[in-house]
């Protein structure tokens, strides 16, 4: 009967044991699988942008308002602009967000999900700069992102090649 007794003590020992290592794995995991979602989501909005802003033929920032306008010159075949088009990305509440000027009013950006590009977004700055080597422009992007359970920051330097 003692015998019993100590292994049955012994048995709850091992099996609390196995119980506290399976939660501690699980909370693990969910807080990995939370900062890879953030990840996932900053590296596609600084790609996004850096996809534009390569192509552009000027950038400006707007810092009270949070928003990076992309100017994007569509050159003729004579080697005039044919057409300027303006992107805008702009941060409000946690969101930030992508649309194209001719679709939203530029004075009154809202937080619409049809042009959600990436959520729980913290911050969101970018910085014009000139490489003081080659005299290119470049912007730096910076995207800090957090929700419940984890926080990423994201910073891209992006180099415009029509200037």
Not at 87 to 99: E, I
Not at 126 to 150: F, Q, Y
Request: charged share 20%.
């Amino acid at each position: 009967m003692v015998e019993m007794l100590i292994a049955m003590a012994i048995s709850s020992i091992v099996m609390i044991s196995v119980i506290a290592l399976l939660g501690y794995g699980t909370h693990n995991m969910n807080l990995t699988q939370a900062k890879v979602a953030l990840q996932d989501q900053a590296k596609d909005a600084t790609n996004h942008i850096s996809s534009y802003v390569t192509e552009a033929s000027n950038i400006t920032w707007d810092d009270a308002g949070k928003i990076l306008t992309v100017q994007k010159d569509s050159i003729g075949i004579d080697g005039t602009v044919s057409a300027t088009e303006n992107l805008l990305y702009w941060h409000k509440d946690n969101g930030l967000y992508f649309a194209r000027e001719s679709e939203v009013d530029p004075a009154a950006l809202t937080a619409d999900k049809n042009h959600l590009l990436a959520d729980h977004v913290e911050s969101f700055t970018c910085t014009p700069n000139v490489n003081a080597d080659t005299g290119n422009k470049l912007l730096h992007i910076e995207i800090k992102m957090k929700d419940d359970v984890s926080e990423f920051t994201c910073t891209k330097d992006v180099y415009m090649r029509n200037q």
